[in-house]
């Protein structure tokens, strides 16, 4: 076999370690037949970041260039496999900052050319899909996901592995990005979403009636007039309760998801409704995206916290059904920080 064999064979037994260097997070994980996570290991930058109040590309790198080493030594370890138990390098290949990709990208190709195993690039948003099936492997599709991060808002429509369909996305800001910006200038600092998730249970969420843009049109989002109104209020307003200003937001940007979601699952005969992304982790949203499915009676399904944010394991799972249904990815394949899904 060959590194770049498209006849690798896949089976249950085939163990993958992937690579996520897509962002802020420097993490590694083990994972063998795709579903069966045997190590995920996290090293989050946040603290390097959080004095500048947003992810600084060229610190993210160096960092990544650092942390990942001990980080995919730890997640070997971990996973109690030595460098003759891994079968395929994954690593992210995009969306994300292209320093960062790169950093992943290169030591899972030099680590798959040494042990002689393929390299398989994953999409970083398909990898956010996977993060279900790693909690809950028997999800009935189609189901609709919605894709909720700090770079992307999107539904989308999956009938069967590697085959979705964007049902929708943002014509502006991203949801995470609305919360980042929103949190810096209520000067609650960064990461913006877990501020005012905290902030915001101790407002009132109807306290003023923000915009719920474009929430009763299609399935496209817009947050950047939310975000602006929310600005225009607090300069009027410099007095206003920074808990409510939150709570109020947090209402409206939760309204607007929780809203499309069900729109989405309707339209497309989902039989599931699954959460994905950082702002997964939102407790409102948690909350209310159960409720909705409950209503409509779809199954409703919420990775957990550490699943709905950027991690390894959901790489190793992407790369394993993209290894068995595409083969290897050459290595003269690049980094593409604007991949789409
Ligand atoms: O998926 P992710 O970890 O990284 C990207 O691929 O973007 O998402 C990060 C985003 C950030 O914008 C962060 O503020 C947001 O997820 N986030 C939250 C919460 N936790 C993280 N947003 C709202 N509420 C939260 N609890
Ligand atoms: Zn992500």
Known sequence: ??????????DPATTILGIETSCDETAAAVVTGGLDVRSSVVSSQ???HARFGGVVPEIASRAHVELLTPVVAEALVEAGVDNGGIDAVAATVGPGLIGSLLVGVSAAKALALVWDV??????HLEAHFYASFLEEPGLETPMVVLLVSGGHTMLVRFEDHG???VLGSTIDDAAGEAFDKVARYLGLGYPGGPAIDREALKGDPEAIRFPRSMIDEGLDFSFSGLKTAVINHVRKHPDASTEDVAASFQAAVVDVLVAKAKRAALEAGAKGLCLGGGVAANSLLRERFLDTCTEIGVH???PSRAMCTDNAAMVAAAAWFRLRDDGPTPL?????PNLYL
Do not use: I, K, Q, W
Request: aromatic share 14%; charged share 25%; hydrophobic share 40%.
């Open 1 to 10: 076999m060959t590194t770049t064999d498209s006849d690798f064979e896949v």
């Open 46 to 48: 946040v603290d390097l």
């Open 118 to 123: 393929p390299f398989v690039g994953v999409n």
């Open 163 to 165: 085959r979705y369909e």
């Open 300 to 302: 409703g399904f919420l």
């Open 332 to 336: 003269d394949a690049g980094a593409d």
